[in-house]
């Protein structure tokens, strides 16, 4: 079996993830501009400027080409960990690629091309996708596409626009969602989702409650995308009409402690000035070991920060959980010309958990 010396060993544990990756075949997707996900597992990110990589399926992380080619392009091979090593080593070595440690962040402003906005704003394929294969109801969709934080490019893409919440003329950034399932472009997941290069990093998706009249909400709920951000105040309609008050719903795609911080600040600030102050935290962030440990670092630092966590029985995140409660209320709707009482029985009973704990509060 091969011999490797320490400088070899030093030099594969310091060689480009991203290089390395193209160069194995192994296709990625820029989602930002720190940022690149996997297209055949999209729960794979990698972070060039710390050329490390995350894959949230597997909770499994590592810094460098060799620690990548171990646990992630050879994870699925029968190999010991010895040999696993060894065949790491030589293929990082052989691969020529450059050290990962001279990345560097690109510092562009971000600028919105307005020209990309559907000429006639219309939003036909967004409302579809998000209404159809998303569960997020009409009324919703329609409210958010006039309060200009939704809108639909030329190619049918839904754009959740990162607006300035101290002054939403500003465009900060943005999250695309496609709405067309391609799954040999995106692989699993089947729809593009990316991140606008250049989107100002501590920025997000975000829109207050319906009825706030320029007034700074006194409640924030973060997410890890903009879609469970409106799923979740979709959901609390069960219990408020209209939907929760008095919040401020921000997506940090994916769990980005920069963010988090960011908005506390700004909201903070901007309540200070209105002579209030901010009265709840919660993070609605999904119910599986990356969500678990993001909230227990933030409330290891904010103890009063709570777990708006979904249901295990209805879903990981909030959107599966908005799916899951349309399916009920179709259950019922049909009990009503079938004379089956279960389904409505069953919807109720679900509808009241829903209301009781899973965080739908006011």
């Known amino acids: 079996m091969l011999a490797f010396t320490k400088a070899q060993i030093k030099a594969a544990n310091s060689a480009s993830i991203v290089e390395y990756a193209r160069s194995a075949g192994i296709d990625l997707r820029q989602t930002g501009s720190d940022e690149f996900k996997g297209v055949e597992h999209d729960s794979l990110v990698i972070t060039p400027s710390k050329n490390s990589f995350y894959w949230n399926s597997r909770q499994v992380h590592g810094k460098g080409a060799l620690s ?77 596409h006039k ?24 465009v900060k950034g943005v999250s695309k969602q496609g709405t067309k399932i391609n799954h040999q472009k995106y692989g699993r997941r089947g729809t593009l989702k990316m991140i606008e290069r250049n989107s100002t990093k501590g920025y997000g998706f975000s829109f207050d409650s319906p009825g706030m009249n320029g007034k700074t909400p006194e409640n924030i709920r973060f997410f890890e995308s903009p879609i469970d951000a409106i799923s979740f105040f979709d959901l ?19 769990l980005k402690k920069e963010v988090f911080d960011s908005y506390i600040t700004q909201t903070a600030a901007q309540l200070q000035k209105e002579g209030r102050t901010l009265k709840t935290v919660g993070l609605g962030v999904d119910n599986d070991e ?18 708006c966590k979904p249901s295990e029985k209805l879903g990981k995140d909030w959107n599966d959980t908005l799916k899951a409660f349309r399916k009920m209320q179709q259950g019922k709707q049909k009990s009503k010309h079938t004379n089956r009482t279960l389904p409505g029985q069953e919807f109720e009973k679900r509808s009241a958990y829903l209301r009781r704990d899973q965080g739908l509060e006011r």
Not at 147 to 152: E, F, G, Y
Not at 160 to 167: G, I, S
Not at 290 to 307: C, T
């Open 68 to 144: 990548f080619s171990t646990l992630y392009e050879l994870s699925g091979s029968n190999l010991s960990e010895k040999e696993k090593f060894f065949k790491a080593m030589d293929k990082v070595l052989t691969s020529g690629v450059g050290n990962g440690n001279v990345y560097q962040v690109q510092k562009e402003p971000f600028k919105f091309d307005k020209k990309q906005i559907d000429s006639e704003n219309k939003i036909n394929q967004v409302w579809g996708y998000l209404h159809n294969r998303r569960g997020i109801s009409s009324q919703t969709i329609d409210q958010l």
């Open 290 to 307: 990356a969500g678990k440990r993001f909230v227990k670092d933030i409330q290891s630092k904010f103890s009063k920060v709570k777990y």
């Open 236 to 254: 609390s309609k069960v219990k408020v009409k209209g939907g929760m008050k008095n919040t401020r719903f921000v997506s940090m795609d994916g």
């Open 147 to 170: 309060d200009k934080v939704l809108v639909q490019d030329k190619f049918g893409n839904a754009l959740f626009l990162w607006l300035d919440p101290t002054d939403r003329r500003q």
